[in-house]
T-cell receptor, first 111, second 110 residues
Framework: GQQVQQSPASLVLQEGENAELQCNFSSTATRLQWFYQHPGGRLVSLFYNPSGTKHTGRLTSTTVTNERRSSLHISSSQTTDSGTYFCAIDPVNTGNYKYVFGAGTRLKVIA | EAAVTQSPRSKVAVTGGKVTLSCHQTNNHDYMYWYRQDTGHGLRLIHYSYVADSTEKGDIPDGYKASRPSQENFSLILELASLSQTAVYFC?????????FGEGSKLTVL
């Protein structure tokens, strides 16, 4: 079946440090999204990035489709970045935008 | 930002009881989804729909039914709730591939 692996599973940073979150997937992905889940549970889309590099604020997402990997870089981390980050792919040929999620990276940023 | 609203946001149900979770979207999206999240895990697809009056099984449909009476509304139905169905349930919608999620519904089955 389809598989999405995220690493690391958890991460603790001092405020101001940078972080690199990885997402590797076993099938060619038509689409890829990065989500942030607030500690309270709300899911927010960070990037819709099936290929290439995208930036927003302190976040950068880079997807290399033919290598089946994506990364999320967080620069100058803040305590408000704490939460869980999910990578999700829409595998090619399944249709209907049926995203498969990784298990997430739990990030804690301490002051 | 697409608007997807879920109700109830939290519910306690008894084992064997019937539970209905509702989802409403106001962005004219064709596709709607129900995902389940267990504590400390990612999301898994239960049911989805790409048109009103039609639903499809996702990866973990057993014990769940779905209903799409209109383009805006998508419900998840647990006819006989079980302890193992305690989880947070998320509804999502899309029209072009980018998913938009609701706030989640926390279900506790006792």
């Amino acid at each position: 079946g389809q598989q999405v692996q995220q690493s690391p599973a958890s991460l603790v940073l001092q405020e101001g440090e940078n972080a690199e979150l990885q997402c590797n997937f076993s099938s060619t992905a038509t689409r890829l999204q990065w989500f942030y889940q607030h500690p309270g549970g709300r899911l927010v889309s960070l990037f819709y990035n099936p290929s290439g590099t995208k930036h927003t604020g302190r976040l950068t997402s880079t997807t290399v489709t033919n290598e089946r990997r994506s990364s999320l870089h967080i620069s100058s981390s803040q305590t408000t970045d704490s939460g869980t980050y999910f990578c999700a792919i829409d595998p090619v040929n399944t249709g209907n935008y049926k995203y498969v999620f990784g298990a997430g990276t739990r990030l804690k940023v301490i002051a | 930002e697409a608007a997807v609203t879920q109700s109830p946001r939290s519910k306690v149900a008894v084992t064997g009881g019937k539970v209905t979770l509702s989802c409403h979207q106001t962005n004219n999206h064709d596709y709607m989804y129900w995902y389940r999240q267990d504590t400390g895990h990612g999301l898994r697809l239960i049911h989805y729909s790409y048109v009103a009056d039609s639903t499809e099984k996702g990866d973990i449909p057993d014990g769940y039914k779905a209903s799409r009476p209109s383009q805006e509304n998508f419900s998840l139905i647990l006819e006989l709730a079980s302890l193992s169905q305690t989880a947070v349930y998320f509804c999502a919608s899309t029209t072009g591939g980018q998913l938009y999620f609701g706030e989640g519904s926390k279900l506790t089955v006792l």
